[in-house]
Nanobody, 122 residues
Framework: QVQLVESGGGLVQAGGSLRLSCAASGLTFSRYTMHWFRQAPGKEREFVSAILWSGGTTYYADSVKGRFTISRSNAGNTVFLQMDSLKPEDTAVYYC???????????????WGQGTQVTVSS
């Protein structure tokens, strides 16, 4: 059974940083493209970032490009999201997802963690 457990969220002032982690189990982690999505209150879940199995190719939403960095540890079955220069509009629940390919559409995923809340105050 696939399990994804996100952590690292919290309350931070605008301009601050947070590092999110997602620990995966129940799958061959190194074969999966790992993704981060986020969902703000009253809004649809949106793509944030993704990293291919090798870690050599990454994808970012335009809204976070240059501020967020995704990375992974295949040995530790964990994907990370370093978030710098945070803005109030980054406030959302952040979720990770695993896919055999890169998808920016959240409908393509069956397994989600509980998410981790990120709140950026102005």
């Amino acid at each position: 059974q696939v399990q994804l457990v996100e952590s690292g969220g919290g309350l931070v002032q605008a301009g601050g940083s947070l590092r999110l982690s997602c620990a995966a189990s129940g799958l061959t982690f190194s074969r999966y493209t790992m993704h981060w999505f986020r969902q703000a209150p009253g809004k649809e879940r949106e793509f944030v970032s993704a990293i291919l199995w090798s870690g050599g190719t990454t994808y970012y939403a335009d809204s976070v490009k240059g501020r967020f960095t995704i990375s992974r540890s295949n040995a530790g079955n964990t994907v990370f999201l370093q978030m710098d220069s945070l803005k109030p509009e980054d406030t959302a629940v952040y979720y990770c997802a695993a896919g055999r390919n890169y998808y920016s559409d959240y409908h393509m995923f069956n397994y989600w963690g509980q998410g981790t809340q990120v709140t950026v105050s102005s």
